[in-house]
C-alpha cells in the first residue's frame, strides 16, 4: 500500500532530525577528543616539572583515579644471620674529613626519603660510604638498568634526564639513586656527569644491614632489661619481643625530677644508663631524706602497670651529670599489648592444614596434560594466569598460575615461591584462593588454582570511578575476615590491592597472589622489602622490621582508593611516593566524599606507629568490627553468604572470561631451562 504524502513528510523529517543529531554526537566526540588530546598535554607538563619543582603532588589524585596495574616489588630476601653475627658484621670504614662527613649528613637529612633516618644510622652509613669518580660525559646511571647503589655528591654537576627528556642539573650536596637502597629495581632516569665528579657511595647491602642491626641490637638490649624485672621475668619470649617494641627512650637532665611522691602515675621505668636518687617527703622536717639510688637496670613505677590507680610513693631524680636514660612503657599501651596477644592466642579455626590438604586430594592423580587451556586471565611478574579445564569434564574451570622459573631465579624469589605455595596449599577460609595442585617442568612452575570469573576488583573500580560508602564496606569486610584468619596463623598477607582481590561468581571478594605473604615465628618480625609501592608501610621503607601490622596499613590505604579512585599516596616514581608515605595520612587531603567516620577509621589504620593501629591494638580485629564505620553491617551474613554482594558479576558459564581483561598472546619465547633444584619440594 503506497505512503501518504503526510506519511511521507514525517518520515523525511524524521531522518532529517536523526542526521542532525548525529552531527551534533560527531561534532561532540570531536571535541571531547580535543579536550582530552588538552588534558595528556597538561599532564605530560605537569610530569616533566613536578620531578624538579612539586615532587610531593599527587598526580593520581589531580587525574580522578588510577588507570594502570600496581606492580609488586620485592628485594630479594635478606640472610637474616644469628643476632651476634649481626651484632659483629663489619663494613669498611673509609677515612674522610670532618668537611665530607658534615657534607654527606647534610644532603641526607635535606634528602625527602633519607631524611626520616635516625641519627646513629647516619652516623654509621656515613662511615661506611666509599669514595669514586667519574669523568666529565661518563653516565653513571642508566635509566632502565638494575641499581644498587646510592650516591652523595661532593663534587661536580650532573644532569638528570628520563627517555631523552631533560629534567634537571644537580651539584655538590645531594643524593642521587637512593631506590638502589630498598630493592634491586631499575633505575628511573640517566645521571650524566656535566664535570668531572666526585662522590660518596654506599652499597645496598651495607646500608641494610646497617638499618636491620640497629633495630635488632635496640630489641635485644631491651629484650634483657625486661627479663631482669620480675614483673616480667616469667613472661614468654614472644611477649617481651612484643613488650620491647612498645618501649621509647626518654633522657633526664640532673637534678630533674621523673617521680614525685604523691603524684599519680601510669608510667613504668627502666634505667638503661645513668642513675637516679631516691628519695621520701618528711613533713615534720619539710625536706627529702634520701633513700637510696638506682643504677643502670634498676626500675622503678612498677604498680603503674598493675593498678589503674597509682599514685607514686617517692620521688625519683636524675642523678648523673651525663643525662639519665630510661626506657618508658606506658599502662595503656602495655594493656593493650598484653591484651592483644591474648586474643590471637585464643583465636582458633576448625578447618587446619591436614583437612585442606584431604581435599586436594581429589588432584593428586592428576597430570599437566590433563590440562585444557581457555583463555588468559591475567598478566604478572613471573608469567601469566590461564583459565583452563580438566578433559573431558566441561561442567568445571580454574585458573593456572604459570611461572618462569628463570625469571624466578633471577630476581631472588624463590624463598617467596615456596612460601607462597606452602601458606595457600594449607590455607582453607572462603576469603582466601584455594590452591588445589602443583606442577613443575624445566622451564616452568604451575599453580591451579580456584577460579573466580567475577574479574579484578581493580577493573571494577578502573570501570566505575569510585565505590560508595556501602559498596566499600562490603568489600573491605571480606578482606578483614582474610586477614582475621590469615593473622592468627602467624601470616603476613604484605601485597593487598585492588588487583589481588578477585570477585567470585556472587560478587564475594577472595585474596590471590600470596608471593609476598610469609609465616612468623611468634614475636618476631621480618625485614624483607616487598609490597606496591602505594600501600607499604612507613616500618617496611624504613627496614624496621614489620609484622602483621603493616597489613592494617595497607586495609587503610585500600579503603581511600576504593572510595575516591586512587590512593592516599602515591608520586610520579617510588622514592617520590616513599617519601609522601614518610610523611603520614596527616599530610593527605581527604575528599568531601569520604564520610567522617570513613575517614577517622583510615587514620586509625595508617596510624604510623604501628602500636596505635587498630586491628593490632587490645580487642584485635574485633575492634575494627565494632568501629562506627561498620555500624549495623552484618558480619554473620557474610560469613555464611547470606549477604547480596553489593555489585553481582554476569558469569555465564564456567568459561566466561568477560569479566577480564583482554591480554595479548606470550611473544617473549621459551624461557631458559633451569634444573638447579631449588623448587624440589614445589
Known amino acids: ?78 640472610c637474616i644471620r644469628t643476632l651476634q653475627d649481626m651484632i659483629q658484621a663489619k ?63 661532593e663534587e661536580g654537576k650532573i644532569e638528570v634526564s628520563k627517555g631523552n627528556q631533560y629534567l634537571c642539573t644537580l651539584g ?75 618501649l621509647y627512650e626518654h633522657s633526664f637532665k640532673m637534678g630533674e625530677y621523673i617521680i614525685r611522691q604523691g603524684a599519680g602515675g601510669d608510667t613504668f621505668y627502666i634505667i638503661s644508663r645513668g642513675k637516679v636518687k631516691v628519695t621520701l617527703n618528711d613533713p615534720d622536717e619539710c625536706k627529702e631524706k634520701f633513700v637510696r639510688t638506682l643504677g643502670c637496670g634498676d626500675f622503678f613505677g ?37 591484651s592483644h596477644i591474648d586474643e590471637i ?17 581429589v588432584f593428586s592423580d592428576l597430570k599437566l596434560r590433563d590440562l585444557r587451556f581457555i583463555k588468559t586471565l591475567g598478566v604478572g611478574g613471573f608469567g601469566r594466569v590461564e583459565l583452563v579445564q580438566i578433559q573431558g569434564d566441561s561442567t568445571c574451570s580454574y585458573a593456572l598460575k604459570v611461572m618462569k622459573k628463570a625469571q624466578i631465579v633471577e630476581t631472588h624469589q624463590q624463598d617467596h ?32 588454582m580456584e577460579a573466580c570469573l567475577g574479574g579484578e576488583l581493580w577493573t571494577l573500580l578502573r570501570d566505575r570511578g569510585r565505590f560508595d560508602d556501602a559498596t566499600t564496606r ?37 585474596l590471590t597472589d600470596f608471593g609476598f605473604a610469609k609465616k612468623l615465628p611468634n614475636g618476631r618480625k621480618t625485614y624483607t622489602f616487598c609490597g606496591t609501592p602505594e600501600y607499604v608501610a612507613p616500618e617496611v621503607i624504613m627496614n624496621k622490621g614489620h609484622d602483621t601490622s603493616c597489613d592494617f596499613w595497607s586495609l587503610g590505604v585500600l579503603m581511600y582508593e576504593l572510595l575516591t579512585g586512587a590512593p592516599p599516596f602515591s608520586g610520579n616514581d ?38 596505635e593501629r587498630i586491628g593490632y591494638q587490645k580487642g584485635g580485629i574485633k575492634e575494627l568490627r565494632k568501629h562506627p564505620w561498620f555500624e549495623g553491617f552484618n558480619w554473620d551474613g557474610l560469613v555464611n553468604r547470606n549477604l547480596v554482594a553489593p555489585i553481582l558479576p554476569r558469569v555465564r558459564n564456567c568459561i566466561d572470561t568477560s569479566n577480564f581483561d583482554t591480554f595479548p598472546p606470550d611473544m617473549s619465547g621459551l624461557p631458559a631451562d633451569d634444573i638447579s633444584g631449588w623448587d624440589k619440594d614445589f
Open 302 to 338: 612498677e604498680k603503674a602497670l598493675q593498678s589503674s590507680k597509682d599514685v607514686r610513693t617517692a620521688n625519683i631524680i636524675a642523678d648523673d651529670p651525663e643525662e639519665t636514660t630510661c626506657l618508658v612503657i606506658e599502662r595503656e599501651a602495655f594493656h593493650q599489648l598484653i
Open 474 to 510: 562490603f568489600y573491605c569486610a571480606c578482606v578483614i575476615e582474610a586477614f582475621d584468619y590469615l593473622h592468627s596463623k602467624n601470616i603476613i598477607y604484605r601485597d593487598l590491592k585492588p588487583e589481588n582481590m578477585l570477585l567470585d561468581s556472587d560478587g564475594y571478594v577472595k
Open 574 to 611: 617510588p622514592i617520590n611516593t616513599y617519601s609522601i608515605i614518610m610523611k603520614g595520612i596527616e599530610h593527605v587531603k581527604f575528599p568531601i566524599s569520604i564520610s567522617k567516620n570513613a575517614s577517622t577509621l583510615i587514620k586509625r589504620l595508617c596510624k604510623e606507629n604501628v602500636n
Open 172 to 246: 655538590p650536596g645531594k643524593v642521587f639513586g637512593e631506590l638502589a637502597i630498598l630493592y634491586n629495581g631499575t633505575r628511573t632516569a640517566t645521571i650524566t656527569a656535566l664535570t668531572d665528579c666526585r662522590l660518596w657511595a654506599i652499597e645496598r647491602q651495607c646500608f641494610q644491614t646497617i638499618m636491620m642491626r640497629s633495630g635488632l641490637v635496640r630489641q635485644a638490649q631491651y629484650t634483657d632489661f625486661l627479663k631482669s624485672v620480675p614483673t616480667f621475668r616469667k613472661l614468654k619470649e614472644e611477649i617481651l619481643l612484643k613488650i620491647s617494641d612498645v
Open 91 to 153: 663494613f669498611p670504614e673509609y677515612p674522610k674529613s670532618e668537611k665530607s662527613k658534615e657534607l654527606i649528613q647534610r644532603a641526607i637529612l635535606e634528602n625527602d626519603f633519607m631524611k626520616n633516618l635516625e641519627n646513629y644510622q647516619i652516623r654509621e652509613i656515613t662511615e661506611c660510604m666509599y669514595p669514586i669518580e667519574y669523568g666529565q660525559d661518563t653516565v653513571i646511571i642508566k635509566e632502565g638498568e638494575v641499581g644498587s647503589i646510592v650516591y652523595v655528591m
Open 417 to 448: 615461591i615456596l612460601s607462597e605455595k606452602v601458606i595457600m596449599e594449607e590455607s582453607n577460609c572462603d576469603f582466601i584462593v584455594k590452591l588445589y595442585r602443583t606442577f613443575k617442568d624445566q622451564r616452568y612452575l604451575y599453580m591451579l
Open 1 to 78: 500500500m503506497p505512503m501518504s504524502p503526510i506519511q511521507m513528510d514525517t518520515e523525511e523529517d524524521v531522518q532529517d532530525v536523526i542526521f542532525k543529531q548525529q552531527k551534533v554526537i560527531d561534532r561532540l566526540k570531536e571535541l571531547l577528543h580535543e579536550k582530552d588530546e588538552e588534558i595528556q598535554r597538561l599532564r605530560c607538563l605537569l610530569d616533566k616539572y613536578q620531578s624538579v619543582f612539586s615532587p610531593n603532588l599527587n598526580l593520581n589524585n589531580f587525574n580522578g583515579r588510577r588507570k594502570r596495574r600496581a606492580l609488586g616489588i620485592s628485594a630479594e630476601p635478606l
Open 345 to 361: 592466642k585464643t583465636k582458633r579455626y576448625d578447618e587446619d592444614a591436614n583437612s585442606r590438604k584431604k581435599a586436594n586430594e
